[in-house]
């Protein structure tokens, strides 16, 4: 089976708290978890029969070996992971506290081995042929990777799945002008963009997902969610918009649920669904991992969501 979805960017090693509603500095012991947007994202697809793979950098220490080899237990192709020779693989230690939104503290200095990502790191012939890219804001915040995830939007010549998660996170960017700059750069070379009322705003100017949708359509994407978090999820396409009501679930741990939303799109998208068909599986997706403790040990497989989604219409 051929490479299904290339996402490109963020990795890292997360450390979650085994003590919930304590802050960082009465945590007692963690637990181990691979972490990172993209990766995280490439895991959920995966988790739902998807052959993925992520782009992305570690270090020449012993969590990048970890990132290689729990990769590979997820059925993540390692092939397009490098070696950044003197930087250290990031690691991010979230306090449960509060568990919907957690504080996040990334130990990514000087820079991170994603963030050094250049053309020589870059499959060509994937980005070319692969029928899901999937790239980042975040991607963009710095150079090197920035010229090198624009070139690769450049390359791949905005056809059918280029998807822009908008993973829009203030300590990596210098300003919000900044970020809004190469963001809203990024959506004139994506079929697909995702992500919630701050990003939107970051990305067009007005945190309404309404009108949010409305100025991405205009710039040519063809599908736009807007997560909207209890109001549920905004899908828009050139033909209308509808509403995915929310899925409630009593919140464990809020980390990865976008990502593994942007998994279950990665899926729906392959699949060839309706945009309501796929906003809905990825909803629940979201709500099931913001159940659980962790990013991508915690990501579903095809059989509860669907399940989860039965119990939803009968109710």
């Known amino acids: 089976m051929s490479l299904e979805a290339l996402t490109i960017g963020r990795v890292g090693v997360d450390l979650y708290p085994e003590q919930s509603g304590v802050p960082l500095a009465e945590v007692q012991t963690f637990a181990k978890s691979l972490g990172g947007t993209a990766t995280n994202v490439a895991v959920a697809a995966a988790r739902l029969g998807r052959k993925t793979a992520v782009l992305t950098k ?3 220490d012993g969590f990048g070996t970890y990132v290689r080899d729990a990769l590979t237990g997820f059925g993540v192709s390692p092939s397009y992971v490098g070696t950044s020779p003197d930087l250290l693989t990031p690691v991010v230690f979230c ?8 504080p996040l503290l990334f130990y990514r200095l000087p820079t ?4 050094t990502l250049t053309s020589q790191d870059v499959p060509w012939d994937v ?7 999937w790239v980042t804001g975040t991607g963009v915040s710095v150079q090197p990777a920035r010229s090198t995830q624009r070139e690769i939007l450049e390359a791949r010549g905005r056809q059918d799945h280029t998807v822009l998660d908008m993973d829009y996170r203030p300590m990596f960017w210098s300003d919000v002008d900044a970020a809004s700059e190469q963001i809203s750069w990024m959506l004139d070379h ?4 995702v ?3 701050t990003e939107a705003e970051v990305a067009v100017g007005t945190s309404d997902p309404d009108e949010a949708a409305r100025r ?5 994407v063809s599908l736009v969610m807007i997560k909207k978090g209890a109001e549920g999820v905004l899908v828009a396409t050139p033909e209308g918009s509808w509403t995915v009501p929310p899925d409630p679930i009593e919140v464990v741990c809020g980390l990865g649920a976008g990502d593994a939303f942007g998994g279950a799109l990665i899926h729906g998208l392959l699949s060839g669904w309706e945009p309501v068909r796929i906003a809905s599986f990825a909803n629940v997706a979201g709500a099931i991992v913001a159940g659980r403790l962790a990013c991508a040990d915690a990501m579903p497989f095809e059989n509860e969501i669907e399940e ?8």
């Open 95 to 102: 306090a449960l506290d509060p568990p919907e939104d957690p």
């Open 190 to 193: 994506v079929t697909v963009a």
């Open 112 to 115: 991170a081995p994603d963030l």
């Open 127 to 133: 980005v070319a042929d692969v029928p899901v890219l």
């Open 216 to 220: 991405i359509l205009d710039r040519g």
């Open 195 to 197: 992500g919630n009322r």
């Open 308 to 315: 989860r989604l039965h119990k939803g219409a009968q109710a």
């Open 58 to 60: 570690v270090g020449p």
